[in-house]
């Protein structure tokens, strides 16, 4: 992971060597090719939510801790101010999310970046219908 990186994770009160902060931001089926809606051959959510809910199941069944560790750190990646860190910890936070996170990430819906605040709106609506 670059310096930057580094330094950001440390900034929010993550360990920069947990492996699970790589998979966060450099890894994983999230990112800038993420989405929310439905491939033109896959059904709605494939290419996104319903792959990445996938990845997290094989992650934890691999490593029980996982699931702990990547909530920890999606919580902390949701105060970051970078969009690409932001985005990532949104998209994550659709499958990990509780309450809690609905609350944090609604209030993104109107982020000065548009990318991040699509997500925002998208995550919040898709929390809402998966916890019920």
Not at 44 to 58: D, N, R, T
Not at 62 to 80: C, E, I, Q
Request: hydrophobic share 40%; with cysteine; glycine share 10%.
């Amino acid at each position: 992971m670059n310096r930057a990186l580094v330094e950001e994770i440390a900034g929010l009160g993550g360990d920069p060597t947990d492996l699970v902060w790589e998979w966060l931001l450099k890894r994983g089926p999230h990112g800038s090719d993420f989405t929310w809606g439905q491939a033109r051959r896959e059904p709605a959510g494939y290419v996104g939510v319903v792959h990445l809910q996938e990845i997290v199941e094989e992650q934890s069944d691999l490593d029980p801790t996982f699931l702990n560790r990547a909530k920890a750190a999606v919580g902390l990646a949701l105060r970051s101010e970078n969009p690409k860190i932001l985005r990532r910890a949104i998209q994550v936070a659709s499958v990990l999310g509780s309450e809690e996170e609905i609350k944090v990430i609604s209030s993104m819906v109107k982020h000065g970046d548009v990318s991040v605040a699509a997500d925002a709106r998208a995550c919040t609506f898709h929390l809402k219908n998966r916890l019920g």
